[in-house]
T-cell receptor
Framework: QKEVEQDPGPLSVPEGAIVSLNCTYSNSAFQYFMWYRQYSRKGPELLMYTYSSGNKEDGRFTAQVDKSSKYISLFIRDSQPSDSATYLCAMSAGGNQFYFGTGTSLTVIP | KAGVTQTPRYLIKTRGQQVTLSCSPISGHRSVSWYQQTPGQGLQFLFEYFSETQRNKGNFPGRFSGRQFSNSRSEMNVSTLELGDSALYLC?????????????FGNGTRLTVT
């Protein structure tokens, strides 16, 4: 079983839709959670960074962590064509080794 | 503030050759990590350096090696290249190891082995 599971998609939504991206994990020691956005031919760009359980909001993006269910989510409100990218979840137990999901490919259709 | 810089952006090599990739971290970041990204496996951890010392190593053969210099810049080397080494190699820097200090990635070096 992989440490982090992420549905690869692809996910296609109309512009303005709410997008929900999810990851599950198996290691209960994970306490730092991140979401990255990766455009084609670019490196991953840090979007959200959260510690432990709870919600964090930044503009159109909301990250949720449910440690009891070992489940994290990223919500994108009012999705735009520029949000079309691959979204990667990542998590760490506190050392500097991070575990990544395989990424979900998102396309927002104008 | 400049981001993580990786050179070169693209490389084409032949099986059996060796290659060296370079990474300059964000100014002030002292921890550098390397990841291999492939469509099938996603991002896989190669190794992490802090203060010129390798702190962690992933599950890769000894053909993969790296080092960090006193100015925090890092290089990774792959010897005796195999076709399966074709991938995007990503360097990431962070302020310090531990405490989940988030990684900031460069745009990678795309290595193609023929």
């Amino acid at each position: 079983q992989k440490e982090v599971e992420q549905d690869p998609g692809p996910l296609s939504v109309p512009e303005g839709a709410i997008v929900s991206l999810n990851c599950t994990y198996s290691n209960s020691a994970f306490q730092y959670f991140m979401w990255y956005r990766q455009y084609s031919r670019k490196g991953p760009e840090l979007l959200m960074y959260t510690y432990s359980s709870g919600n964090k909001e930044d503009g159109r993006f909301t990250a949720q962590v449910d440690k009891s269910s070992k489940y994290i989510s990223l919500f994108i409100r009012d999705s735009q064509p520029s949000d079309s990218a691959t979204y990667l979840c990542a998590m760490s137990a506190g050392g500097n080794q991070f575990y990544f999901g395989t990424g979900t490919s998102l396309t927002v259709i104008p | 503030k400049a981001g993580v810089t990786q050179t070169p952006r693209y490389l084409i090599k032949t099986r059996g050759q060796q290659v060296t990739l370079s990474c300059s971290p964000i100014s002030g970041h002292r921890s550098v990590s390397w990841y291999q990204q492939t469509p099938g496996q996603g991002l896989q951890f190669l190794f992490e350096y802090f203060s010129e010392t390798q702190r962690n190593k992933g599950n890769f053969p000894g053909r993969f090696s790296g080092r960090q210099f006193s100015n925090s810049r890092s290089e990774m080397n792959v010897s005796t290249l195999e076709l399966g080494d074709s991938a995007l190699y990503l360097c990431a820097s962070s302020l310090r190891p531990g405490e989940g200090s988030p990684l900031h990635f460069g745009n990678g070096t795309r290595l193609t082995v023929t």
